[in-house]
């Protein structure tokens, strides 16, 4: 219990801490005025309040994975907690805040087009292809995940291809109309749902005296596979999280003043964090250890897990509205990343999206393309989608370390855990079954050299970058209103 309660402690001193000290680094602008009123379209670029755009943005970078995840990482032990906090704190948090601001500098411009702009033009393709790719993934995944848990919650009464279609037509509404006009307006109810089930389960644990084990070395980690590189790809929302690089600039295109990044991008993966912590520790504390959390989670995955911890913590009605909760999770992340594909291909078109018609065009062949891909099995392509997602944060952290060299800061805040997440990124691809197969410590000696290289061809662009003043954010005097 004094692990789980100091890890959460942690999380909150490190918003107030290093979360100013992040901010301090960047230097926000608080005359600068910022693409919501800019860029003003009521359609994408739509000012709103901070605790509104707060609240979106938890609900839209906290899918199930700041649940399943953490569920699944408690399998390696009391090990998880210092990942969860550590990585936070000191590598998510500062991404997210990063990719935010960084957007916000630049006309509330999506991953590609920063990676195009701070990493190379190469790299606008790559990204792009790459970010399209992984937002189909999380939205179709999105659409059977939260589907079959209602369908469990009905007890079968409702078809799940009923649900899925109904799932599926609040997502198009979510992805053409107006920011402000669904999801602005419906998730603080969702919200509500989030709160209860993360709180409900949090303060369950702490009243009942539930046996969260301690960090000790006896149980450090119980399970056999290596903590390196394993644990950073299982445990992901919660922690660090390239998906939440193609969230953030939903919010960045809302956001009315510099000054609310931090409570809206730093703040909001602290909170993720939180509620990771608390579904890692319930987890560890209510199966009789790791046997039997193994034994469960290979009967009904992480679902199961879900329904039985929030039935014990919360009773009969409690755990509905908690799983409900859970529910939540995936649905608004799975919207927002419909509508993240859809601005990132108009982006890259520079197609202007005030015009529904424009909108709907792009939109339609990926609800096509998910329709589809929500009949094949996800087992292979989901093990990709780990490795896909921490190879974003990588790219997100570097154009973050890029911005900050260039404007003679404190780069390495970014560059240290981009580095040692590329490390993580290249041995896993090199030693897993889905990638080259490699013996262990050939994957790591591959990880070892290949970050190496990459990141000295980082310094020499970096280098190049400052030399030739590289402009970090667009001038408001040529910035064009959209059309």
């Known amino acids: 219990m004094y692990t789980f309660l100091a890890g959460i402690a942690l999380l909150v001193i490190g918003y ?25 379209d009521g359609v994408d670029y739509v000012p709103m309040s901070t605790p509104k755009n707060s609240l979106i943005q938890l609900l839209n970078i906290a899918g199930t994975g700041p649940v399943f995840g953490p569920i699944m990482g408690a399998l390696y032990g009391p090990v998880a907690f210092i ?17 935010g601001m960084i957007s916000i500098r630049n006309k509330g411009a ?75 307006r419906l998730y603080p109810y969702f919200g509500a749902l989030l709160v209860i089930s993360a709180v409900g389960v949090g303060i369950g644990l702490v009243a009942t005296g539930a046996p969260i084990p301690e960090l000790s070395f006896q149980n450090f980690h119980p399970a056999n596979a290596p903590i390196f590189p394993l644990l950073f790809f299982t445990i992901t929302c919660g922690a660090l999280s390239g998906f939440h690089a193609t969230q953030t600039p939903i919010i960045s295109r809302t956001t009315q003043k510099e000054k609310q990044g931090r409570k809206i991008f730093y703040g909001m993966m602290i909170a993720e964090g939180i509620i990771a912590m608390i579904w890692a520790a319930a987890a560890m504390s209510l199966f009789d250890g790791y046997k039997g959390l193994n034994e469960l989670l290979a009967a ?26 859970v529910v939540v999770l995936p649905i608004t992340s799975g919207d927002t990343a419909f509508r993240s594909a859809r601005m990132i291909i108009a982006e890259y078109l520079n197609i202007a999206q005030k015009k529904f018609s424009s909108r709907l065009w792009i939109a339609m062949p ?5 329709v589809v891909l929500t009949q ?14 921490q190879a ?62 990459l990141i000295a061809l980082f310094f020499r662009a970096a280098a ?5 003043n590289l402009p970090l954010e667009v001038d408001i005097s040529d910035w064009n209103q959209v059309a």
């Open 16 to 40: 107030f801490t290093y979360g100013k000290f992040i901010e301090k680094v960047f230097g926000v602008k608080e005359e600068r005025a910022t693409p919501a009123y800019v860029n003003n």
């Open 83 to 99: 990942w969860i906090v550590v990585g936070c704190i000191f590598a998510g948090a500062v991404h997210d805040y990063l990719t």
């Open 110 to 184: 999506h991953l590609p087009e920063l990676a195009s702009k701070f990493l190379g033009k190469v790299m606008k393709h790559v990204v792009n292809a790459f970010a399209v790719l992984l937002l189909l993934l999380v939205g179709t995944v999105f659409v059977s995940t939260p589907a079959a848990l209602l369908n469990v919650l009905m007890d079968g009464k409702i078809a799940i291809g009923i649900i899925i279609a109904a799932i599926f037509l609040y997502y198009i509404l979510a992805t053409l109309l107006p920011v402000d006009k669904i999801i602005g």
């Open 300 to 325: 009904g995955g992480p679902g199961a897990i879900v329904s039985e911890v929030s039935t014990r913590m919360m009773g009969a009605i409690g755990g509905t509205l908690a799983v409900l909760g």
């Open 366 to 370: 990926l609800f096509a393309i998910s």
């Open 376 to 389: 094949i099995d996800f087992n292979i392509l989901w093990r990709y989608f780990s490795w896909a997602n």
């Open 392 to 453: 974003t944060a990588v790219i997100a952290l570097f154009v973050g370390a890029m911005y900050l060299y260039i404007a003679r800061k404190n780069y390495w805040i970014s560059l240290v855990p981009g580095s040692f997440m590329l490390v993580m990124v290249i041995t896993y691809i090199l030693n897993a079954q889905i990638g080259f197969g490699l013996p262990m410590n050939i994957a790591w000696i591959g990880g070892f050299i290949g970050a190496a290289v």
């Open 464 to 468: 190049k970058a400052r030399a030739n």
